[in-house]
């Protein structure tokens, strides 16, 4: 499975200490240039299975993807440009431009259900309870509670 990532699912889970999971559900993770930049501004050194890949179209962007950050911008293109099956954002607008572009998408919580039904974590509460008090990671209620509902901790 080819999936290319923004920084904010990396890094938060470098802050919990549960990056593994990205390794177990895919192996690797494709990163751009300006993504891996980010990474290494806060991280000192990144896992092994966190792959970089510039983009092939350098400094040009992508119709829609102006008002995104560069690290979500880029990693658009690069999603677009290898053919990814996923690309791992949790910001509302990269997230809408993807589905725009055909780029099938999901955040954190979609991967932290896709690791429980995989038997990666037993829970996913306990998870997003972790990103949110040390990785600092702000989750709205209803999101959090279609994630339960989803991994069947609904209650």
């Known amino acids: 499975m080819i999936v290319v990532s923004d920084t904010t699912a990396i890094t938060t889970l470098l802050k919990i200490g549960r990056e593994h999971l990205l390794f177990e559900l895919f192996g690797k993770v494709t990163v751009p240039q300006s993504v891996w930049g980010e990474l290494l501004a806060f991280h000192s050194q990144l896992p092994d299975f966190v792959v970089l890949r510039p983009v ?21 293109q690069l999603a677009k440009e290898i053919n990814a099956d996923l ?19 999901t955040g954190l919580l979609g991967l932290l259900v896709r690791a429980k039904q995989s038997g990666h974590i037993l829970s996913v509460r306990e998870t997003v309870e972790m990103l949110e008090t040390r990785g600092g990671l702000y989750l709205s209620d209803a999101v959090k509670a279609e994630a339960m509902r989803l991994a069947g901790e609904a209650g």
């Open 56 to 76: 092939a179209a350098g400094n040009q962007r992508l119709p829609e993807t102006e008002p995104l950050g560069r690290g979500e911008a880029e990693a658009i």
């Open 87 to 105: 690309f791992l954002t949790d910001d509302l607008q990269a997230r809408a431009v993807a589905a725009r572009l055909k780029i099938k998408r």
